[in-house]
């Protein structure tokens, strides 16, 4: 049982935009810790994607942004293309002193 | 540019102890950074096991803090994961990551390398 909810799965077509949640508690999310995203693609290690709730490194493409409120966050990914079909992490910190995982979300391109 | 490397046995008996290296290269373990281990088991999420500091300092999963011992050896520009008395629950890829920031982002992470444990 992961800390960090997701939903298992979430799917769209070819250029459509879709949203990953991401739903913690006060003690983590809520407590104002930031939310970071990875993108896991098959049998390769996680790749961060954002960073700092809404901040994206060199090379990631502006087609994902994420987001921030309450004790939620959410991923966004539009304009979707093939490569995109992978697994995606959200990430923060608790309180009780560990970082904190989602279970992870399947994005399958349909 | 940084790069990670992992490295170790493949295969642990029950009631063993894990032991991995993870080799940085490309930069110094001695940076204001912090150095993390996480695990997945097949087909399933991820889990933080901990993290180090070039001084020594250390952070332990509560869940796992009986069972775990992180060490760095500046000289050689790696640090090390002790895992004691494995169980097949213990069966993960295994990665070591660049700790980033205050808020704990992880980039970038190593290839991850499989350990089984199993008899």
């Known amino acids: 049982q992961s800390v960090l909810t997701q939903p298992p799965s979430v799917s769209g077509a070819p250029g459509q935009r879709v949203t990953i949640s991401c739903t913690g508690s006060s003690s983590n999310i809520g407590a104002g810790y930031d939310v970071h995203w990875y993108q896991q693609l098959p049998g390769t290690a996680p790749k961060l994607l954002i960073y700092?709730?809404?901040n994206r490194p060199s090379g990631v493409p502006d087609r994902f942004s994420g987001s921030k409120s309450g004790t939620s966050a959410s991923l966004a990914i539009t304009g979707l293309q093939a490569e995109d079909e992978a697994d995606y992490y959200c990430q923060s910190y608790d309180s009780s002193l560990t970082v904190v995982f989602g279970g992870g979300t399947k994005l399958t391109v349909l | 540019q940084v790069q990670l490397q992992e490295s170790g046995p493949g295969l642990v008996k029950p009631s063993g102890t894990l032991s991995l290296t993870c080799a940085v290269s490309g930069g110094s373990i001695s940076s204001s950074n912090w150095w993390s281990w996480i695990r997945q088991p097949p087909g399933k999420g991820l889990e933080w096991i901990g993290e180090?500091?070039?001084?020594?300092?250390?952070n332990y999963n509560p869940s796992l803090k009986s069972r775990v011992t992180i060490s760095v050896d500046k000289s050689k520009n790696q640090f090390s994961l002790k895992l004691s008395s494995v169980t097949a629950a213990d069966t993960a890829v295994y990665y070591c990551?660049?700790?980033?920031?205050?808020?704990?982002?992880?980039?970038?992470w190593g290839q991850g390398t499989l350990v089984t444990v199993s008899s």
């Open positions: 990551a660049k700790d980033c920031g205050i808020t704990h982002w992880f980039d970038p």
């Open positions: 180090i500091y070039h001084s020594g300092s250390t």
């Open positions: 700092g709730n809404s």
